[in-house]
T-cell receptor, first 111, second 117 residues
Framework: DTGVSQDPRHKITKRGQNVTFRCDPI?????LYWYRQTLGQGPEFLTY????????KSRLLSDRFSAERPKGSFSTLEIQRTEQGDSAMYLC?????????FGPGTRLTVT | AQTVTQSQPEMSVQEAETVTLSCTYD???????LFWYKQPPSRQMILVIR??????QNATENRFSVNFQKAAKSFSLKISDSQLGDTAMYFC??????????????FGTGTRLTIIP
């Protein structure tokens, strides 16, 4: 297994457009997390899945954000009607227990 | 809610020297884990070391060790014999264990460490 992968690595979009990111976790990991990291800051928790169930969403996750993890495998994070404030690195992490393994992230730039 | 504070935004040290990065945290939790993660430039976050709060013995991983002071809520990282590959952002992170099944991390703002040849 090659670790957590994310696609795309970079995304540039115009304000108002919708974007979707994908995360493929390590295959035996049942827990999957999304974090957002802005310049000069540490990652902030967005949402969490255990298998296919989304168990927690941060207040940072507005109604324009939606995440899914069908069949408990890969996960997608969609942002509708993007705003310039959405520009950030979106990180995915997976774990089987306490140690989280991070993907390379998707860097979103909203122009 | 938990907070994690890293008061050193940037540090630099000569290759082969020892450097200590500071981290303090605030929590009402009694059972938790603490982590140090490393994020090299343009590369993904890597786990460096983990400390369980119930363990009194400080964790070590090769050249990396921690000084965990539970009463003071302090968790510093010591890097011995620093190498050029240690150049990275280092994040301290807190994980409460009270919400089993959702072990989300709270991160500090990071310390940018540069190893000088």
């Amino acid at each position: 297994d090659t670790g957590v992968s994310q696609d795309p690595r970079h995304k540039i979009t115009k304000r108002g457009q919708n974007v979707t990111f994908r995360c493929d976790p390590i295959s035996e990991h049942n827990r999957l997390y999304w974090y957002r990291q802005t310049l000069g800051q540490g990652p902030e928790f967005l949402t969490y899945f255990q298998n296919e169930a989304q168990l927690e969403k941060s207040r940072l996750l507005s109604d324009r954000f939606s995440a899914e993890r069908p069949k408990g495998s890969f996960s997608t994070l969609e942002i509708q009607r993007t705003e310039q404030g959405d520009s950030a690195m979106y990180l995915c992490a997976s774990s089987f227990f306490y140690e989280q393994y991070f993907g390379p992230g998707t860097r979103l730039t909203v122009t | 809610a938990q907070t994690v504070t890293q008061s050193q935004p940037e540090m630099s040290v000569q290759e082969a020297e020892t450097v200590t990065l500071s981290c303090t945290y605030d929590t009402s939790e009694s059972n938790y884990y603490l982590f140090w993660y490393k994020q090299p430039p343009s590369r993904q976050m890597i786990l460096v070391i983990r400390q369980e709060a119930y363990k009194q013995q400080n964790a070590t991983e090769n050249r990396f060790s921690v000084n965990f002071q539970k009463a003071a809520k302090s968790f510093s990282l010591k890097i011995s014999d620093s190498q050029l590959g240690d150049t990275a952002m280092y994040f301290c992170a807190f994980m409460p264990l009270s919400n089993f099944g959702n072990e989300k991390l709270t991160f500090g703002t990071g310390t940018r460490l540069t190893i000088i040849p």
